[in-house]
């Protein structure tokens, strides 16, 4: 079956400082894969997609970035945290094709910048 | 660009009642999914049902089910026999058929709680 890993659980930052997060899918080939950040009270809000290795799709201008190294590995990163970056990360993943059927997510990052 | 809305921002009902939740979309795609999410006080989303627009029949898992009436363009999520493991943030979610996997457009959520 397939899992999906996401570290660190929880992160306190200062502003200003870097920021990696990552995630990482086992038990399946060619995931398309999924940033979603979602702030306190309201829904999620995609930031990248991924369709395969190096291929990144970003919805919102913003200082983070992402990146694919690997197959099922996904990195969100950012040079200079801003406060406003403060939130809960959520990686999801489903399977290759067009179709977005449902998305499985993993059990995210809670990231506090100070 | 699609629009999710779902326009009870919190619902309370018994143990072992019905409830419904509501989500209304936008969209100009005639082909397409529709999801809802639930997210417990852990914050792990999980996949409750889906619907595709294409199938005219309502989705069901266990006490969940559906109504969708695309015409209306409504999709509403009913639980039967409320539980106490019920309650959770509920996410109404689009996805575009053939879209390229481009990701889901969800609604700001419904927080159902069930009273013992």
């Known amino acids: 079956s397939q899992t999906i890993h996401q570290w660190p659980a929880t992160l306190v930052q200062p502003v200003g400082s870097p920021l990696s997060l990552e995630c990482t899918v086992e038990?399946?080939?060619?995931?398309?894969l999924y940033w979603y950040r979602q702030a306190a009270g309201r829904g999620l809000q995609l930031l990248f997609y991924?369709?395969?290795?190096?291929?990144i799709s970003s919805e919102v201008p913003q200082n983070l970035s992402a990146s694919r190294p690997q197959d099922r590995q996904f990195i969100l990163s950012s040079k200079k945290l801003l406060l406003s970056d403060s939130g809960f990360y959520l990686c999801?993943?489903?399977?290759?094709?067009?179709?977005?059927?449902?998305?499985?997510f993993g059990p995210g990052t809670r990231l506090t910048v100070t | 660009a699609q629009t999710v809305t779902q326009s009870q921002p919190e619902m309370s009902v018994q143990e072992a009642e019905t409830v419904t939740l509501s989500c209304t979309y936008d969209t100009s795609e005639s082909n397409y999914y529709l999801f809802w999410y639930k997210q417990p006080p852990s914050r792990q989303m999980i996949l409750v049902i889906r619907q595709e627009a294409y199938k005219q029949q309502n989705a069901t898992e266990n006490r969940f089910s559906v109504n969708f009436q695309k015409a209306a363009k409504s999709f509403s999520l009913k639980i039967s026999d409320s539980q106490l493991g019920d309650t959770a943030m509920y996410f109404c979610a689009f996805g575009r058929s053939g879209g390229g996997a481009d990701g889901l457009t969800f609604g700001k959520g419904t927080h159902l709680i069930i009273q013992p």
């Open positions: 038990g399946t080939s060619n995931p398309n």
């Open positions: 991924s369709v395969g290795i190096g291929q």
């Open positions: 999801a993943w489903t399977g290759p094709g067009p179709d977005t059927v449902g998305q499985y």
